[in-house]
């Protein structure tokens, strides 16, 4: 059932190429059928060739400018193959990447939170070539094969049935020796790549933590260690390169006894028959055949290997496509919002065996500063992604200027908040890209002033080229704390209403976070805004705390009243100042 | 190369028996067209079946004894290739352990990780091959023009035109297409950027509603790796079409001068077929040799970078194996420090000496310093100016053994290896008992993380210690340096994981340490180092101040800011 559905799609992909297949396949037959019909011409011109004086000029005259035409056209057909196959492949692989990275930009976050983006990266990238690679590149060359070996036993029928026999029942033994061998060395290379993995996993390993071990002495047990696995490794590599290089001499060895046996009977035919029912010539072309007989077998074993793969490529990009996608936006456009956010007895867990947040309430009005406290793990990061709509509430409302955040579209609720995350992301870019990201029509004035909002400037202008330095990914070069600030001048860049900071300045010394404050109360006055933060120095000055603890908001209140209480808040609070 | 041909040596046998077997098998194949042409023209033309017999025994004979030759010489291919790229491998992961820090930053971990796994799989691929096939295939090639020749001179010159002509276009197209190849690496790499970051970065981008510009950034990028896919297709398949058609053309003028030849009488059928047939053997292996040449490149470059990591300058180790009863644990005498590649010094200046008991807070903002400094106390990067005495002896004198056993450090980045927790413990001191261990736990505030698994300390620990927060973590860490009940102890930043009442549980546990060691505590929190015995305060790599907690907020005006902003003026 399931192939049969993977097939379906994939032909829906390769429908629009289906008039070039033709062509190719109608090009593959030609070439197939000069190159075949070459060696008989040369046969033909040997057997015109008899001798001294025996040498028939006006006969061998057309065959060889035959033999030239029939090359230059078998020629063409094969660059034209090629050329309209390529055509096909990578348009193919095209269409597909780019539906799977639409499909990307369509995905709740769930999905992309609960796998590992190499994995999808892999689909996406690698899966799609290998698609191509062994379904379009693998088709011509399994009809090429089919063709080619059907027709040289045509050719060899047609000049001799008893030489046929000999290359038919001999050449599968050729075949076989080559599966016998892929078959056993398969638990030989399992076993290379195993130990291999398990090297590359403890050089990783011991090399990322190089200078502890350094520090700790442990040189000389890391070498011990390495060297046991190693020597594990040789000996498997050993045995797996040793055997499986036997299967080139081997399959060679049997074609070398066809070609033997080929000249064998050919030969005795000749002299049986005195030249008359097997020439000369046709024993030098039946050696040609022999020759090549066994090529078009390896090539179409080689094929199906690809094939399965290909497909089970597909089915992965195919599942890919299938996820269900983020739910339905809502309809209505959320204008420059006034910053009411109302959190109406909202529940919400990742994992529907384990409650996560339960029957949060919170109002908030427009203008007031929420600090969000706890313990790590107590649901501050899931409470954002809430507000932000990263995901969905299983029960309850969230709603901003009174609609509910369901009804409005994600693109619109978004523009309204400005968000600094615990994890930074920067782009692969220039540093004024990654200011403009969420402006991108910003004028270098306006960068600049929004980088000095944010303390960015000063180490901006000593990077190598200042803002127009350029990024790798992620940050490249930067300290966490420099990227940090990077992130907080695209939000000074946008000044929306609504403000989420997550966590935004831990990796900044107090100091510096100090000097961001400033600008951040500068940036949130008169805004909603959102903070969850370790330190409760910054959190302070909030209008309303909500301390969290295992899902719930255990106290709310402000830093006077929440001391007064001697509650959890306090507790914290105090271990802090001890 | 250098050092791939110094492993090699250790497969001397090996290195010479591989190819010498190949060549074997290659001659004995070159033979093939030669019985053929004997078989045509005595066999066939003296009617001599006996003859032609013996003649296609002899033809099965050759096969046979190429079978033997070429599996012999991949056996010795083989065995000199993992052989050597085995003892190459253990040679520089050796030669890792002996580099310093400054080399380490310099060469970068990532790139070792690469010259351990990738390259030298490539080197071992290179070796196999070349043992293999770098003889093979131009002894064919050549052997067949030779014997051509033998078979007639004239017809031979064909051979002489043909195989040059073929070398330009297989090797011409094969350069033209490697360059072609890192373009479509690089158009690739940048379609998988887009993937990665829209992976990466999906928050950051959907909270600023850029998921249409990226596709179409994507779609930029994805259509101009296919548009260069295409074109390097369309000049890669040229080879195969242009070959045979030369191939070809070579075989109509063989065939005309042989007629000529033969119809002159110097000429016959049977040579007139051999010389056909070692023609059909060349294109085989010139297309065999171009892949074998892009191959071993390949090798080559990796060989070399191999190289460069084995030329690197190692650890020196001083030869002082003892120290005297000094009072202080730890002086440092006007200690300056500029890294390599750095412009400015990070440290300028710092003078100070701790006694064997006390307790060293360091505190300052991001970059100022603070982990320089402690680094310069076990040696790991040298001091540009100045001194930094460990009980009175000059630091870079003292053995790595001696200051391994005296000083226990806490890395800033708390890593644990896989395997148990008992063998984490063990790297402080191999010979701990479970009792020292536990003991250890308690003061790291880490016996409760023990204690909660089923195992205790045969609790399994992933690499990285993926499967313990970084709180656990830090705190086994600290239990790790512990272990070693070492003089002097470092902790970098090591507790910034943890809530205040565990650090401040922590702290209490480290100033009742029974063998009371020197510790310095480096720390962006003044709650961390107030009660330390002095505090250092760093600021741009200087020192800005020096006293106890009530000194400095009085006479240090940067660590109060730092303690203000922390407390909010709560003081």
Same mark, same amino acid.
């Given at each position: 059932?399931?192939?049969?559905?993977?097939?379906?799609?994939?032909?829906?992909?390769?429908? +629009?190429?289906?008039?070039?297949?033709?062509?190719?396949?109608?090009?593959?037959?030609?070439?197939?059928?000069?190159?075949?019909?070459i060696?008989?011409?040369? %046969?033909? &011109?040997?057997?015109?060739?008899?001798?001294?004086?025996?040498?028939?000029?006006?006969?061998?005259?057309?065959?060889?400018?035959?033999?030239?035409?029939?090359?230059?056209?078998?020629?063409?057909?094969?660059?034209?193959?090629?050329?309209?196959?390529?055509?096909?492949?990578?348009?193919?692989?095209?269409?597909?990447?780019?539906?799977?990275?639409?499909?990307?930009?369509?995905?709740?976050?769930?999905? *992309?939170?609960?796998?590992?983006?190499?994995?999808t990266?892999?689909?996406?990238?690698?899966?799609?070539?290998?698609?191509?690679?062994?379904?379009?590149?693998?088709?011509?060359?399994?009809?090429?094969?089919?063709?080619?070996?059907?027709?040289?036993?045509?050719?060899?029928?047609?000049?001799?049935?008893g030489?046929?026999?000999?290359?038919?029942?001999?050449?599968p033994?050729?075949?076989?020796?080559?599966?016998?061998?892929?078959?056993?060395?398969?638990?030989?290379?399992?076993?290379?790549?195993?130990?291999?993995?398990?090297?590359?996993?403890?050089?990783?390993?011991?090399?990322?933590?190089?200078?502890?071990?350094?520090?700790?002495?442990?040189?000389?047990?890391?070498?011990?260690?390495?060297?046991?696995?190693?020597?594990?490794?040789?000996?498997?590599?050993?045995?797996?390169?040793?055997?499986?290089s *036997?299967?080139?001499?081997?399959?060679?060895?049997?074609?070398?006894?066809?070609?033997?046996?080929?000249?064998?009977?050919?030969?005795?035919?000749?002299?049986?028959?005195?030249?008359?029912?097997?020439?000369?010539?046709?024993?030098?072309?039946?050696?040609?055949?022999?020759?090549?007989?066994?090529?078009?077998?390896?090539?179409i074993?080689?094929?199906?290997?690809?094939?399965?793969?290909?497909?089970?490529?597909?089915?992965?990009?195919?599942?890919?496509?299938?996820?269900?996608?983020?739910?339905?936006?809502?309809e209505?456009?959320?204008?420059?919002?006034?910053g009411?956010?109302?959190?109406?007895?909202?529940?919400?867990?990742?994992?529907?065996?384990?409650?996560?947040?339960?029957?949060?309430?919170?109002?908030?009005?427009?203008?007031?500063?929420?600090?969000?406290?706890?313990?790590?793990?107590?649901?501050?990061?899931?409470?954002?992604?809430?507000?932000?709509?990263?995901?969905?509430?299983?029960?309850?409302?969230?709603?901003?200027?009174?609609?509910?955040?369901?009804?409005?579209?994600?693109?619109?609720?978004?523009?309204n908040?400005?968000?600094?995350?615990?994890?930074?992301?920067?782009?692969?870019?220039?540093?004024?890209?990654?200011?403009?990201?969420?402006?991108?029509?910003?004028?270098?004035?306006?960068i600049i002033?929004?980088?000095?909002?944010?303390?960015?400037? +000063?180490?901006?202008?000593?990077?190598?080229?200042?803002?127009n330095?350029?990024?790798?990914?992620? =940050?490249?070069?930067?300290s966490? %704390?420099?990227?940090?600030?990077?992130?907080?001048?695209?939000?000074?860049?946008?000044?929306?209403?609504?403000?989420?900071?997550?966590?935004?300045?831990?990796?900044?010394d107090?100091?510096?976070?100090?000097?961001?404050?400033?600008g951040?109360?500068?940036?949130?006055?008169?805004?909603?805004?959102?903070?969850?933060?370790?330190?409760?120095?910054?959190?302070?000055?909030?209008?309303l705390?909500?301390?969290?603890?295992?899902?719930?908001?255990?106290?709310?209140?402000?830093?006077?009243?929440?001391?007064?209480?001697?509650?959890?808040?306090?507790?914290?609070?105090?271990?802090?100042?001890? | 190369?250098?050092?791939?041909?110094?492993?090699?040596?250790?497969?001397?046998?090996?290195? !010479?028996?591989?190819?010498?077997?190949?060549?074997?098998?290659?001659?004995?194949?070159?033979?093939?067209?030669?019985?053929?042409?004997?078989?045509?023209?005595?066999g066939?033309?003296?009617?001599?079946?006996?003859?032609?017999?013996?003649?296609?025994?002899?033809?099965?004979?050759?096969? &046979?004894?190429?079978? !033997?030759?070429?599996v012999?010489?991949?056996?010795?291919?083989?065995?000199?290739?993992? =052989?050597?790229?085995?003892?190459?491998?253990?040679?520089?992961?050796?030669?890792?352990?002996?580099?310093?820090?400054?080399?380490?930053?310099?060469?970068?971990i990532?790139?070792?990780?690469?010259?351990?796994?990738?390259?030298? @799989?490539?080197?071992?691929?290179?070796?196999?091959?070349?043992?293999?096939?770098?003889?093979?295939?131009?002894?064919?090639?050549? %052997?067949?023009?030779?014997? /051509?020749?033998?078979?007639?001179?004239?017809?031979?010159?064909?051979?002489?035109?043909?195989?040059?002509?073929?070398?330009?276009?297989?090797?011409?197209?094969?350069?033209?297409?490697?360059?072609?190849?890192?373009?479509?690496?690089?158009?690739?790499?940048?379609?998988?950027?887009?993937?990665?970051?829209?992976?990466?970065?999906?928050?950051?981008?959907?909270?600023?509603?850029?998921q249409?510009?990226?596709?179409?950034?994507?779609?930029?990028?994805?259509?101009?790796?296919?548009?260069?896919? #295409?074109?390097?297709?369309?000049?890669?398949?040229?080879?195969?079409p242009?070959?045979?058609?030369?191939?070809?053309a070579a075989?109509?003028?063989?065939?005309?001068?042989?007629?000529?030849?033969?119809?002159?009488?110097?000429?016959?059928?049977?040579?007139?077929?051999?010389?056909?047939?070692?023609?059909?053997?060349?294109?085989?292996?010139?297309?065999?040799?171009?892949?074998?040449?892009?191959?071993?490149?390949?090798?080559? &470059?990796?060989?070399?970078?191999?190289?460069?990591?084995?030329?690197?300058?190692?650890?020196?180790?001083?030869?002082?194996?003892s120290?005297?009863?000094?009072?202080n644990?730890v002086?440092f005498?006007?200690?300056?420090l500029?890294?390599?590649?750095?412009?400015?010094?990070?440290?300028?200046?710092?003078?100070?000496?701790?006694?064997?008991?006390?307790?060293?807070?360091?505190?300052?903002?991001?970059?100022?310093?603070?982990?320089s400094?402690?680094?310069?106390?076990?040696?790991?990067?040298?001091?540009?100016? $100045?001194?930094?005495?460990?009980?009175?002896?000059?630091?870079n004198?003292?053995?790595?053994a001696?200051?391994?056993?005296? #000083?226990?450090?806490?890395?800033?980045?708390?890593?644990?290896?896989?395997?148990?927790?008992?063998?984490?413990?063990?790297?402080?001191?191999?010979?701990?008992?479970?009792?020292?261990?536990?003991?250890?736990?308690?003061? /790291?505030?880490?016996?409760?993380?023990?204690?909660?698994?089923?195992?205790?300390?045969?609790?399994?620990?992933?690499?990285?210690?993926?499967?313990?927060?970084?709180?656990?973590?830090?705190?086994?860490?600290? &239990?790790?340096?512990?272990?070693?009940?070492?003089?002097?102890?470092?902790?970098?930043?090591?507790? @910034?994981?943890?809530?205040?009442v565990?650090?401040?549980?922590?702290?209490?546990?480290?100033?009742?340490?029974e063998?009371? +060691?020197?510790?310095?505590?480096?720390?962006?929190?003044?709650?961390?180092?107030?009660?330390?015995?002095?505090?250092?305060?760093?600021?741009?790599?200087?020192? !800005?101040?020096?006293?106890?907690?009530?000194?400095?907020?009085?006479?240090?005006?940067?660590?109060?800011?730092?303690?203000?902003?922390?407390? $909010?003026?709560?003081?």
């Amino acid at each position: 059932m399931k192939e049969k559905a993977t097939g379906k799609r994939i032909l829906s992909y390769i429908r +629009p190429y289906f008039p070039l297949f033709a062509v190719c396949i109608l090009l593959s037959a030609v070439d197939v059928a000069l190159s075949l019909a070459i060696p008989i011409k040369v %046969g033909n &011109a040997i057997d015109l060739t008899v001798g001294k004086g025996q040498v028939d000029f006006t006969g061998i005259m057309p065959i060889l400018r035959d033999i030239l035409l029939m090359a230059v056209c078998a020629g063409a057909a094969q660059w034209l193959v090629s050329l309209l196959n390529n055509r096909a492949a990578f348009g193919t692989v095209k269409k597909l990447r780019t539906d799977a990275f639409k499909k990307l930009q369509r995905l709740p976050l769930s999905y *992309l939170d609960s796998h590992p983006s190499g994995e999808t990266v892999s689909r996406i990238v690698a899966d799609a070539d290998r698609f191509s690679d062994g379904l379009l590149l693998g088709f011509t060359r399994l009809f090429t094969g089919f063709a080619t070996i059907i027709g040289t036993l045509g050719f060899m029928l047609r000049l001799h049935k008893g030489i046929t026999l000999v290359v038919v029942l001999l050449t599968p033994v050729s075949v076989f020796a080559a599966r016998y061998i892929a078959k056993h060395t398969y638990s030989m290379f399992s076993l290379q790549s195993k130990t291999r993995g398990e090297q590359t996993a403890f050089i990783d390993e011991m090399l990322t933590g190089q200078k502890v071990v350094k520090a700790f002495g442990r040189e000389k047990p890391s070498i011990e260690k390495f060297d046991e696995i190693n020597g594990k490794l040789q000996k498997s590599s050993l045995k797996a390169i040793f055997y499986s290089s *036997l299967t080139n001499p081997c399959t060679r060895f049997v074609n070398s006894l066809v070609y033997a046996g080929v000249a064998l009977c050919g030969a005795l035919l000749v002299l049986s028959t005195g030249g008359k029912a097997v020439s000369v010539g046709m024993l030098t072309c039946f050696l040609s055949y022999a020759n090549q007989y066994t090529k078009p077998f390896n090539e179409i074993s080689g094929v199906f290997t690809e094939f399965q793969n290909a497909v089970a490529c597909a089915e992965r990009i195919f599942s890919l496509l299938d996820e269900k996608e983020q739910t339905a936006d809502g309809e209505k456009t959320l204008e420059r919002a006034s910053g009411r956010v109302c959190i109406d007895n909202v529940s919400f867990s990742y994992d529907k065996s384990k409650r996560l947040l339960e029957s949060i309430t919170v109002d908030v009005q427009s203008g007031q500063h929420i600090a969000i406290v706890g313990p790590t793990g107590c649901g501050k990061t899931t409470l954002i992604n809430l507000l932000m709509r990263f995901y969905d509430a299983d029960e309850g409302t969230v709603s901003v200027d009174g609609s509910s955040i369901k009804t409005l579209t994600r693109k619109s609720l978004r523009e309204n908040y400005g968000m600094v995350l615990q994890d930074t992301w920067l782009m692969c870019g220039t540093v004024k890209d990654n200011i403009a990201l969420g402006n991108p029509g910003a004028t270098e004035d306006e960068i600049i002033r929004a980088a000095k909002a944010a303390y960015a400037h +000063p180490f901006i202008t000593r990077l190598p080229d200042g803002y127009n330095t350029v990024l790798g990914e992620n =940050g490249g070069g930067l300290s966490e %704390g420099q990227k940090q600030l990077i992130c907080i001048a695209r939000i000074m860049l946008r000044l929306p209403p609504m403000l989420i900071l997550d966590e935004a300045t831990s990796s900044i010394d107090t100091r510096t976070e100090q000097q961001i404050q400033h600008g951040f109360s500068r940036l949130m006055a008169g805004k909603t805004a959102f903070i969850v933060a370790h330190r409760l120095s910054t959190v302070k000055n909030a209008d309303l705390i909500l301390v969290m603890k295992d899902g719930n908001i255990v106290e709310q209140g402000n830093h006077e009243s929440l001391m007064q209480r001697k509650g959890f808040y306090y507790e914290l609070w105090n271990a802090q100042v001890q | 190369m250098k050092s791939v041909f110094y492993q090699l040596k250790f497969y001397k046998k090996e290195s !010479i028996l591989g190819p010498l077997f190949k060549l074997s098998e290659a001659s004995f194949e070159l033979f093939v067209p030669l019985v053929v042409a004997k078989i045509i023209d005595v066999g066939i033309k003296n009617s001599d079946r006996e003859y032609t017999v013996k003649m296609c025994l002899a033809l099965a004979g050759l096969a &046979a004894a190429g079978l !033997i030759c070429s599996v012999t010489a991949q056996y010795f291919a083989a065995r000199a290739a993992t =052989g050597c790229t085995a003892r190459l491998s253990r040679t520089l992961f050796e030669k890792i352990q002996k580099l310093d820090f400054p080399t380490l930053d310099k060469a970068g971990i990532s790139t070792l990780i690469t010259r351990m796994t990738g390259d030298i @799989s490539q080197v071992q691929t290179g070796v196999n091959l070349t043992l293999r096939l770098l003889l093979r295939s131009p002894f064919v090639v050549f %052997g067949a023009m030779l014997m /051509a020749f033998t078979v007639d001179v004239k017809s031979a010159l064909i051979f002489a035109v043909a195989i040059p002509l073929l070398s330009v276009a297989v090797f011409g197209v094969m350069l033209r297409c490697i360059s072609l190849y890192k373009k479509v690496q690089g158009s690739l790499d940048r379609v998988t950027l887009s993937v990665r970051e829209n992976l990466s970065g999906v928050r950051v981008l959907r909270a600023f509603n850029k998921q249409e510009e990226q596709t179409a950034v994507f779609d930029e990028r994805n259509s101009a790796l296919t548009a260069i896919q #295409i074109f390097t297709g369309r000049i890669s398949s040229v080879m195969n079409p242009v070959t045979f058609v030369m191939i070809n053309a070579a075989a109509i003028c063989l065939l005309y001068t042989g007629a000529v030849r033969v119809d002159t009488g110097r000429l016959q059928t049977g040579e007139v077929v051999a010389l056909y047939n070692y023609m059909s053997q060349i294109l085989v292996e010139l297309v065999k040799l171009a892949n074998l040449i892009i191959n071993i490149t390949k090798s080559a &470059a990796s060989a070399n970078r191999i190289d460069a990591i084995l030329r690197l300058p190692e650890q020196e180790n001083g030869t002082v194996e003892s120290l005297s009863d000094s009072e202080n644990a730890v002086c440092f005498n006007n200690v300056s420090l500029q890294y390599d590649t750095a412009a400015a010094q990070s440290l300028s200046d710092i003078s100070f000496c701790v006694k064997r008991d006390q307790t060293v807070g360091i505190i300052g903002a991001t970059g100022s310093g603070k982990t320089s400094l402690v680094n310069l106390i076990p040696g790991f990067y040298k001091a540009t100016n $100045g001194e930094v005495l460990l009980f009175g002896e000059n630091v870079n004198n003292i053995s790595r053994a001696l200051l391994n056993e005296k #000083i226990a450090v806490v890395p800033q980045h708390a890593l644990l290896f896989r395997g148990t927790v008992r063998e984490n413990l063990l790297w402080g001191n191999k010979n701990a008992a479970d009792e020292e261990l536990y003991a250890a736990l308690r003061a /790291a505030q880490a016996e409760d993380i023990i204690l909660s698994k089923e195992n205790g300390l045969d609790f399994m620990i992933e690499q990285g210690g993926k499967n313990l927060s970084g709180g656990q973590r830090q705190r086994l860490t600290i &239990a790790r340096a512990l272990v070693k009940k070492a003089e002097i102890m470092i902790l970098d930043d090591s507790a @910034s994981a943890l809530d205040f009442v565990t650090e401040s549980k922590l702290r209490k546990a480290l100033s009742e340490l029974e063998n009371s +060691p020197a510790v310095f505590i480096v720390s962006q929190r003044t709650s961390s180092i107030r009660h330390a015995d002095f505090i250092i305060v760093l600021d741009d790599g200087k020192c !800005i101040g020096q006293g106890t907690h009530d000194e400095l907020l009085s006479a240090c005006p940067v660590y109060r800011e730092i303690h203000e902003t922390q407390f $909010g003026g709560a003081v």
